[in-house]
C-alpha cells in the first residue's frame, strides 16, 4: 500500500532509501516490518517464524511486488 499521506508505495520507499544509504537491505526490511510491528505493539507480525502470521509482500530485484502472501495463502 502507500504510505499515508503520500502516493509513494512501501515497496518503492524501501527501494529508495536502499539505493541512497547503501544500508544493508536486511536492515532496511527489519526498519519496515518488525520494528514498526513493535512500536504499535503488535506481537505477531514483522517476522518469518513459527507464531507470527504469514503476511508477505514477494519483492524481485527491482523491487517489484511478485507475490503476496496474508494468513500464509497466496493472494497475487
Given at each position: 500500500g502507500a504510505l499515508a499521506g503520500s502516493i509513494?508505495?512501501?515497496n518503492h520507499a524501501l527501494r529508495n532509501v536502499y539505493e541512497v544509504t547503501g544500508l544493508p537491505l536486511s536492515d532496511i526490511i527489519r526498519c519496515t516490518s518488525l520494528n514498526q510491528a513493535?512500536?504499535?505493539g503488535i506481537t505477531d507480525l514483522g517476522r518469518i517464524e513459527a507464531g507470527y502470521r504469514?503476511?508477505?509482500a514477494v519483492l524481485d530485484d527491482a523491487f517489484e511486488v511478485t507475490q503476496v502472501f496474508l494468513d500464509g495463502k497466496a493472494r497475487l
Open positions: 509513494l508505495r512501501m513493535e512500536e504499535l504469514a503476511n508477505l
